[in-house]
Structures are given as C-alpha cells and as structure tokens.
Nanobody, 124 residues
Framework: QLQLAESGGGSVQTGGSLRLTCEASGYTDADYYMGWFRQAPGEEREGVAALFDNGDTQYADFAKGRLTISKDNAQNTLYLQMNSLKPEDTAIYYC??????????????????WGQGTQVTVSS
C-alpha cells in the first residue's frame, strides 16, 4: 500500500530556507508523477511543483526561481528545497502521488494519494 510521509517543515524568518522531505513507499508504477501542494488557512490547496518519473518538472509561477523539486530514486524520497521564503509561503505543504500519466500535475484533482502534510511558517 502506497504511503507518503512529509517532514522538514518549521518556522523561519523571511529570506530563510527549508527543505521538505516526502518519503514514499509501496509503489511500483512505471509511469507516475509526484507533486508538492500547499494550503493556507481559508484557501484552496494549490500546486507548487510536480516531478515526473522521467525527471521532467513543472512549477507554479510563484515557485519558479525559489523552490526546487527533486527526487532521490534510490531512497524513494521527494524533496522541495525552498529558498528566499516569504510570509505568503506560510501554509501546510503536502506531497502527492499519481500512478499514471494524464491529468494536470499542478491540480490537486489529478492525484490519488496524499501525505499528512507538514507546516511551514514564515515570519516577517
């Protein structure tokens, strides 16, 4: 059974950095992609970045240049490196998995599996 477990969240000041980790287990799909999403209080869940099994990536406009998605295939771990953090980046961050291609990788509806989330708080 597929399981996703995020970690690495915390509290930082504006301009700081965090690296989020998502440990994935129990998947064997040949074609898949994974994504990072975030949800602030009172807001809808929004896509941050996605990474395909072939290494291709997609980013939301707000993430380009500051946030980087990557994966360690040997460790089955997905990362989100976040630099130059801003107060508006404050949210719960989730990783997600889709076992097939198709759908829209930066839309939550595309994903079948979700982790429990990790809180990121950026203070000014």
């Amino acid at each position: 059974q597929l399981q996703l477990a995020e970690s690495g969240g915390g509290s930082v000041q504006t301009g700081g950095s965090l690296r989020l980790t998502c440990e994935a287990s129990g998947y064997t799909d040949a074609d898949y992609y994974m994504g990072w999403f975030r949800q602030a209080p009172g807001e809808e869940r929004e896509g941050v970045a996605a990474l395909f099994d072939n290494g291709d990536t997609q980013y939301a406009d707000f993430a380009k240049g500051r946030l980087t998605i990557s994966k360690d295939n040997a460790q089955n771990t997905l990362y989100l490196q976040m630099n130059s953090l801003k107060p508006e980046d404050t949210a719960i961050y989730y990783c997600a998995y889709r076992p097939t291609y198709g759908g829209r990788p930066l839309e939550a509806a595309a994903y079948n599996h979700w982790g429990q989330g990790t809180q990121v708080t950026v203070s000014s």
